[in-house]
Structure formats: structure tokens, C-alpha cells
């Protein structure tokens, strides 16, 4: 289990205490998912957050009209959840799967939270991640899909992601800018 890896990346966010450390790892555990295992399913009351040391994820919903939109991906040193799900108590309304074999540290979202009355700078870690990821991340992304043109968010997702390219299939890219394949093969060439 790569828990150094882990924590370098929590204190990243937030200089957490080695007592806060030992605490947390206690409640991780390693787990691999194959290529197209489902980490989280639609309707689950999901309760584990996981931490991707390797591997590739996306958050996927499906529409009325039974098409699949990728609305994220969850590269290496990222951690994934259905975290709405799991704060309001209800079945998470999107999948998580992996693109590629994905190992990941998992940990229950319960537990963890329940440290926080013994470990204060846990829960300061935890506002400054989801104030970023949540909050500060997610706005300009969502302003974006409503504003900006397929081959502008083409543009930034090349900016966003620039290492993710080369591991994605055209559809789930495609997916994710939320046109059809044809329409990012016409952007694609549109940009050259």
C-alpha cells in the first residue's frame, strides 16, 4: 500500500499532523479495479472515497435518451467519490469506471468524518479540498459548457488534460466536450 504517496498529496492541500496521519491510515485500504469495473454505480448509497495511485477513472451519467456523458475524469493523485450522494444520504445519480486497470486507496467517508471531532486540521484539509475541487474548479468548467464553443472546450480540455490525450479513446473525449466523435474529428481538424 502507497500510503507516502497518498499523504504527500493530502499535505498538499493542508499540513495535516502525523496523529491525524495515523489515523486516517488506518481506515485505507488498497483495492484494484479492472478496465471498465464499476467503482460506484447509479443508485448505490455509495460510502468510500478513493484515492487513485494508478490508473484512469470517469464519472458518467446517462441521459434520458440513454447516451453516455463522461462529466469527469479522475487521473493518478486524484480522489473520487460520489460525494453528494453520500452528504444528502440518497443513490448516487452517475457511475465512476475504470478506463484503465486502476488501483486506488479507499476509505469510508463515515469514519473518516468522525475523525474529525479528535483531528481539527482533518477537517480543515478536507474544506480546502472541496473548496478547490468543488468550488473553485467546478465553476469556470460548468460557465464553460454553457458558453463556449465545442472547439474552445476542445482547446481547454487539451490545456486541462494534456497528458490524458494519449490514454483516452476519441469517444471519451468526445463525451466529454458532450459532441459525438464526427463533430471532434471535425473540430480536431478544425484546429490544425
Not at 491525524?20 to 468510500?48: S, V
Not at 444528502?88 to 479507499?106: N, R
Not at 478536507?126 to 468548467?141: F, G, M, V
Amino acid at each position: 500500500m502507497d500510503s507516502d504517496l497518498f499523504f504527500n498529496k493530502i499535505r498538499t492541500y493542508y499540513p495535516i499532523s502525523e496523529q491525524a496521519e495515523i489515523a486516517w491510515k488506518r481506515l485505507l485500504h488498497e483495492r484494484k479495479y479492472k478496465k471498465h469495473e464499476n467503482l460506484i454505480e447509479i443508485g448505490q448509497h455509495p460510502k468510500k472515497v478513493s484515492f487513485v495511485v494508478k490508473g484512469l477513472l470517469s464519472q458518467n451519467y446517462i441521459t434520458e435518451q440513454g447516451d453516455e456523458i463522461i462529466k469527469y475524469f479522475f487521473p493518478e493523485q486524484r480522489m473520487v467519490a460520489s460525494l453528494g450522494a453520500m452528504l444528502a444520504g440518497k443513490p448516487s445519480v452517475f457511475y465512476i469506471t475504470a478506463i484503465e486497470d486502476t488501483t486506488v486507496l479507499e476509505y469510508d467517508f463515515f469514519e473518516f468524518r468522525s475523525l474529525f471531532n479528535d483531528f481539527p486540521d482533518l477537517a480543515l484539509f478536507y474544506i480546502t479540498y472541496n473548496d478547490l475541487h468543488w468550488i473553485i474548479e467546478k465553476e469556470p468548467l460548468e460557465i464553460s459548457f454553457r458558453t463556449k464553443t465545442s472547439a474552445k472546450r476542445y482547446d481547454d480540455f487539451l490545456k486541462k488534460y494534456p497528458d490524458l490525450v494519449k490514454r483516452l479513446k476519441k469517444h471519451h473525449i468526445a463525451s466529454y466536450l458532450g459532441i459525438t466523435p464526427t463533430q471532434l474529428s471535425r473540430v480536431f481538424l478544425a484546429t490544425k
